[in-house]
């Protein structure tokens, strides 16, 4: 009887044994996967992170090589201006010459009228009238030369100008507002299309744009890389509706 009660206790002890047991592994199973999963997304989030910095580095070197041809243009603008304020200096020292031959040639004349017409004097009035003339043609000359740089002093400030906008464009991450390209190829497979156009038409890398169709905005793109002509963006997800897609020849603006 006895040995009969100690064989149940044994067989319960087992069986509750081996129920603890099962539990215990499928805990044990549950976070083994939870601990894969977290490594999966940990992995994951590290290699958005790296090529995020590797974007951040290519747009510092892009912006340090704007600001250094912006500052290179600004000397090339204030040495245009001291040759232009130097033709200016010329050109008044000319003009003074000038009204000092003038002077002497009305002196001469006026001896030469008192006295006749001595041929010494002739020649001076001659030589006067000669180098008045070499002098009007050199001030012609000094003042088509004074025009020019002015022309070319005012066309760096326009390049200046635009490059300050390009760079403010870069660190704003923003593109030309002004923008009004077109899609050229659509990778519906992989998200992504590439646009008409790129640094050229003042595309910028991180910026966002718009594909209009007719007044509607149908989607809007992410902008990845850009080249001198052609451009990548990724089509932000949920900004296109699922009965709408893009096609190539659709019209991309800021």
């Known amino acids: 009887m006895l040995t009969n009660i ?3 206790f044994a067989a319960l002890f087992l069986g509750v044994s081996a129920y603890f047991a099962w539990e215990n592994k499928g805990q044990y199973e549950a976070q083994i996967s939870e601990r894969q ?10 290699d958005k ?15 340090a ?30 003009k003074l010459s000038i009204a000092d031959r003038k002077q002497e040639l009305a002196k001469a004349e006026e001896a030469t009228a008192n006295v006749g017409d001595p041929e010494e004097l002739l ?8 180098e008045i003339a070499e002098l009007g043609i050199q001030l012609t000359e000094a003042d088509s030369e004074r025009i020019n740089l002015e022309g070319t002093s005012q066309s ?34 992989f998200g992504f299309v590439t646009i008409n156009g790129g640094d050229a038409v003042g595309i ?16 809007k793109l992410l902008v990845t890389a850009v080249e001198s002509n052609r451009a990548a963006a990724n089509i932000v997800p949920d900004s296109l509706a699922s009965d709408t897609s893009v096609y190539p020849g659709d019209k991309v603006v800021s």
Do not use: M
């Open 49 to 63: 992170l790296k090529v995020t910095q590797e974007e951040v580095k290519i747009a510092d070197e892009d912006l």
């Open 123 to 130: 020649a001076d009035v001659k030589q006067y009238k000669a």
């Open 65 to 94: 090589g704007k600001t250094s041809n912006l500052a290179k243009l600004s000397e090339d603008l204030e040495s245009q201006n001291n040759i232009v304020a130097d033709l200016e200096g010329q050109i008044e020292d000319q």
């Open 156 to 189: 760096l400030n326009n390049h200046i100008l635009k490059t300050r906008d390009t760079i403010s464009l870069y660190t704003k991450q923003q593109s030309n507002p002004n923008l009004n390209t077109s899609v050229a190829d659509v990778y519906g497979g």
């Open 204 to 219: 910028v890398k991180g910026s966002t744009l718009r594909v209009v169709r007719g007044n509607d905005t149908i989607a």
């Open 6 to 8: 100690l064989g149940i």
């Open 37 to 46: 999963n977290e490594e999966r997304l940990l992995k994951k989030a590290q």
